[in-house]
């Protein structure tokens, strides 16, 4: 027998990182925002199952690997 466990989700920026070419905020605006110099601004919220797939591609499209998608909760 399977036993499925739905984990939250969320989304963090590395600043240090963070060379702010925007693409998180193109491909999620759902959950991204550029500040007034482009850097990305994350609103803390769970990604929904809906956002999983382009939360996940934000990361992967990322140059600098600084979107990163993180159980919820998780510390670095």
């Known amino acids: ?3 499925r466990v739905a984990v939250a989700l969320r989304v963090r920026v590395d ?4 060379e702010a ?3 998180c ?4 605006p ?3 925002t550029l500040d007034e110099w ?4 994350v609103d803390g919220t769970a990604v929904g199952a809906d956002l999983v797939e382009l939360a996940t591609r934000s990361a992967a ?16």
């Open 61 to 76: 499209e990322c140059p600098r690997r600084a979107f990163l998608v993180e159980e919820a909760g998780r510390t670095r």
């Open 38 to 41: 482009g850097y990305p601004v």
């Open 15 to 18: 600043p240090v990182a963070c």
């Open 30 to 32: 759902e959950r991204v």
């Open 21 to 23: 070419y925007g693409y």
């Open 1 to 3: 027998m399977s036993t």
């Open 25 to 28: 905020a193109e491909l999620l």
